[in-house]
């Protein structure tokens, strides 16, 4: 399941995926030729909270999709960046805290975290959620306006998950390393950069830092 980067907020506008058509000149035949982003950040970048909602949208509509798939595959690989896999436990769980620095789920270089889908009893995995709101569907035409999933206060994505493998490094022959977590004190410096260099012109891409 690929996902967006998380850039943060900024008055100039952050780079964006490649179109598919330009995607394929550099993966002939490697690519579905139908695929449509469920999802886009917009240009601007977005807040924590908007970054929660983003993730929370997205994941909401992959496992919507998993559950009506004949197949019915029972694994979904997510390949993302740290601030994505913070906010993917996060909304998978149901538990948000009440500090957005809180280091709940670790996220160091090629961690690797497992969340298995909450049992109801008397039924199976998969399907409709008993209880759970209709979500709208994203219009690209305002990316800003994420969708509400309700997925606070510990209901978690559609039914709720639990993590039972947390940020696992110990397959590295170095552990665990570069862990990033979400801090204000790193937001606010990152946007205070991206402010600096936007007003002096510069047209560099920016990176967050790691610990």
Not at 175 to 199: K, P
């Given at each position: 399941?690929?996902?967006?980067?998380?850039?943060?907020?900024?008055?100039?506008?952050?780079?964006?995926?490649?179109?598919?058509?330009?995607?394929?000149?550099?993966?002939?035949?490697?690519?579905?030729?139908?695929?449509?982003?469920?999802?886009?950040?917009?240009?601007?970048?977005?807040?924590?909270?908007?970054?929660?909602?983003?993730?929370?949208?997205?994941?909401?509509?992959?496992?919507?999709?998993?559950?009506?798939?004949?197949?019915?595959?029972?694994?979904?690989?997510?390949?993302?960046?740290?601030?994505?896999?913070?906010?993917?436990?996060?909304?998978?769980?149901?538990?948000?805290?009440?500090?957005?620095?809180?280091?709940?789920?670790?996220?160091?270089?090629?961690?690797?975290?497992?969340?298995?889908?909450?049992?109801?009893?008397?039924?199976?995995?998969?399907?409709?959620?008993?209880?759970?709101?209709?979500?709208?569907?994203?219009?690209?035409?305002?990316?800003?306006?994420?969708?509400?999933?309700?997925?606070?206060?510990?209901?978690g994505v559609k039914g709720g998950w639990d993590?039972?493998?947390?940020?696992?490094?110990?397959?590295?022959?170095?552990?665990?390393?570069?862990?990033?977590?979400?801090?204000?004190?790193?937001?606010?410096?990152?946007?205070?950069?991206?402010?600096?260099?936007?007003?002096?012109?510069?047209?560099?891409?920016l990176f967050r830092w790691t610990s």
């Open positions: 399941m690929p996902d967006s980067e998380f850039y943060g907020l900024a008055r100039f506008d952050h780079p964006s995926p490649a179109s598919l058509d330009v995607l394929h000149t550099h993966f002939p035949a490697a690519l579905h030729a139908d695929y449509a982003a469920l999802i886009m950040p917009s240009v601007n970048g977005e807040s924590i909270a908007a970054l929660h909602d983003r993730i929370a949208y997205t994941l909401h509509r992959v496992i919507e999709a998993l559950d009506n798939d004949p197949e019915a595959p029972r694994a979904l690989l997510i390949c993302t960046h740290a601030a994505s896999m913070i906010c993917v436990g996060r909304v998978l769980t149901g538990r948000m805290p009440e500090d957005v620095n809180e280091e709940d789920f670790r996220c160091g270089t090629c961690a690797l975290s497992q969340f298995v889908r909450r049992k109801r009893e008397g039924k199976e995995l998969g399907g409709e959620v008993e209880g759970e709101v209709e979500v709208d569907v994203w219009d690209k035409s305002a990316p800003e306006r994420i969708p509400k999933v309700h997925w606070e206060d510990g209901r993590c039972v493998i947390n940020g696992d490094c110990s397959f590295l022959s170095g552990g665990e390393e570069r862990t990033w977590y979400v801090s204000r004190i790193s937001l606010s410096l990152f946007s205070f950069v991206a402010t600096f260099l936007s007003v002096c012109g510069a047209r560099t891409r």
